[in-house]
Nanobody
Framework: QVQVVESGGGLVQPGGSLRLSCVVS????????MGWYRQAPGKQRDLVAH???????RYADSVKGRFTISRDNAKNTVYLQMNSLKSEDTAVYYC????????WGQGTQVSVSS
């Protein structure tokens, strides 16, 4: 059974930083494209960043230069380093593992407020 578990969310002031982690178990992590998505209240879930099995990355325009996605295949973990956070980054952040099937975590809340 594949499990996807996010952690690292919280409340941070504008300009601050957070690092999200996502651990995947029950499958061969290294073959998956791993993505971070976010959903703000009343809005659709959008891609923030993804990293392929060959470590190719892609970012939403709104986070380029501020967020960095990385993966550690030895730890079955993908990270999202978020710097220079803005109020508009406030959302529930979801981790996604994509191969033949999609697997989603439960989400972690990120709130950016003074």
């Amino acid at each position: 059974q594949v499990q996807v578990v996010e952690s690292g969310g919280g409340l941070v002031q504008p300009g601050g930083s957070l690092r999200l982690s996502c651990v995947v178990s029950g499958t061969i992590f290294s073959i998956y494209t791993m993505g971070w998505y976010r959903q703000a209240p009343g809005k659709q879930r959008d891609l923030v960043a993804h990293i392929t099995s060959t470590a190719t990355t892609r970012y939403a325009d709104s986070v380029k230069g501020r967020f960095t996605i990385s993966r550690d295949n030895a730890k079955n973990t993908v990270y999202l380093q978020m710097n220079s956070l803005k109020s508009e980054d406030t959302a529930v952040y979801y981790c996604n593992a994509k191969n033949v099937r999609d697997y989603w975590g439960q989400g972690t809340q990120v709130s950016v407020s003074s």
